[in-house]
Every structure is written in C-alpha cells, then in structure tokens.
C-alpha cells in the first residue's frame, strides 16, 4: 500500500539553525498537509498546501516556518532560527483531495530535537 | 471550549474482548467529519475509519466501528476482539465545516490490552 515517507526520522539541531524536513507524499494525492505533536501533548495543525500554494495556516505557522514543493514529488518543511520550543515530532500527511470523506495519510513523523 | 474531548487518559482491555473509546466534539456546523487514528509506541499516525455528519450509518472498517449519536455530539470508537497489537494511543480527530480540511485532534487515550 502506498504511504507518507519521511526523512529524516530522528534530527538533532543547533538552536538558531534552519532545518529542513523533507516528505513525499503518496503519488495521486493533492493536498498536502504539516502537523506537530510537542511530547506528551496533542497533535496541532501547521499548515495545508495544495496547487502549489498555501491553503490554510495556524497561527503556530509564523514567518519562522515555510514550506515548498521543489519538484514533483517532495514537500518540505523549513523551520529557520530553530528554539527550544520547536522540540516535536513533525507529521507531513496527505490526502488525495481536500474536504469530504477523504482521511489524511500521515508518516512516521520526524522527531526534531533542538539543543 | 475543546473541540474534540476524549475524557479517558488510559484504558485497559483483556484479549479479545471489545472496548468503546469515548469522543465527544463541539460544533455549530452542520457539515463535518470525524477521525480516528491509531498511533502505536513507533510513532506513526495510522487512519481507522471515519464518519461524516451527514452519514446515517454507523461507519464500521473491520474490527473497528464508530458508534456515532449526533445529537450527543459523540462519536464513538468501538474496536471488537482486542487484540494485543491494538495496543496504542487512539486520537479522534474532527475536520469541521465546509471550507476547512485541517484536523482537530483530541488529547488521546493509551489503551493498554492484556493477556
């Protein structure tokens, strides 16, 4: 069955430096999508990408954050001047159209740890 | 106010028996859907079924069914035959309204099965 991969699994990094964390999405699907989960808490929304724009942000999803689709299969996240406090682990999901009954396929998640 | 509400932290089952996992939800639209998701201790987000507000039926996806009362504003996971990889965190998860497809995710409940 297709899924959601994601890499790096684990990053470790510096506060105040930029990281990237790279997901390709399932093949046919359109809509794009980023969560965080900081420990032992919920599972927060950051931002839905489709068409190659933004579609819809949280306010978590401040100018430190931006995402990019740089070729027809990848979908990144850059997270600039890293803090402590964006510790978490990063879900990229995906869905094959927006709204309806359509569930968000999501990876294994990035575990960013900041020092 | 919470959006979704998932009231038990912890519940534990013996093999092979069935377990309801309680969600409850809060909002004034009348166009939604509901999600739950499997997060077992690796780490990963894996869908189980959903159910969209104008569904008459009660969703079921194997084992899995959603025991769904509109009007109470609940949405139920029921999974039958626990088994001992069902072991995990259980995240119900709202998409709500019409013109939105970010979740909304409860606290979670770790359910624990045993022998």
């Known amino acids: 069955e297709p899924e959601v991969t994601q890499t790096p699994s684990h990053q470790v990094t510096q506060m105040g430096q930029e990281v990237i964390l790279r997901c390709v999405p399932i093949?046919?699907?359109?809509?794009f999508y980023w969560y965080r989960q900081i420990l032992g808490q919920k599972v927060e929304f950051l931002v839905s990408f489709y068409n190659n724009e933004i579609s819809e942000k949280s306010e978590i999803f401040d100018d430190q954050f931006s995402v990019e689709r740089p070729d027809g299969s990848n979908f990144t996240l850059k997270i600039r001047s890293t803090k402590l406090e964006d510790s978490a682990m990063y879900f990229c999901?995906?869905?094959?159209?927006?709204?309806?009954?359509?569930?968000?396929?999501f990876g294994d998640g990035t575990r960013l740890s900041i020092l | 106010a919470q959006k979704i509400t998932q009231t038990q932290p912890g519940m534990f089952v013996q093999e092979k028996e069935a377990v309801t996992l309680d969600c409850t939800y809060d909002t004034s639209d009348q166009s939604y859907g509901l999600f739950w998701y499997k997060q077992p201790s690796s780490g990963e987000m894996i869908f189980l079924i959903y159910q969209g507000s104008y569904d008459e039926q009660n969703a079921t996806e194997g084992r899995y069914s959603l025991n769904f009362q509109k009007a109470r504003k609940s949405a139920n996971l029921v999974i039958s035959a626990s088994q001992l990889g069902d072991s995990a965190m259980y995240f119900c998860a709202m998409r709500e309204a019409y013109n939105t497809d970010k979740l909304i995710f409860g606290t979670g409940t770790r359910l624990q099965v045993f022998p």
């Open positions: 093949s046919n699907h359109l809509y």
């Open positions: 999901a995906s869905s094959v159209r927006g709204l309806g009954n359509q569930p968000q396929h």
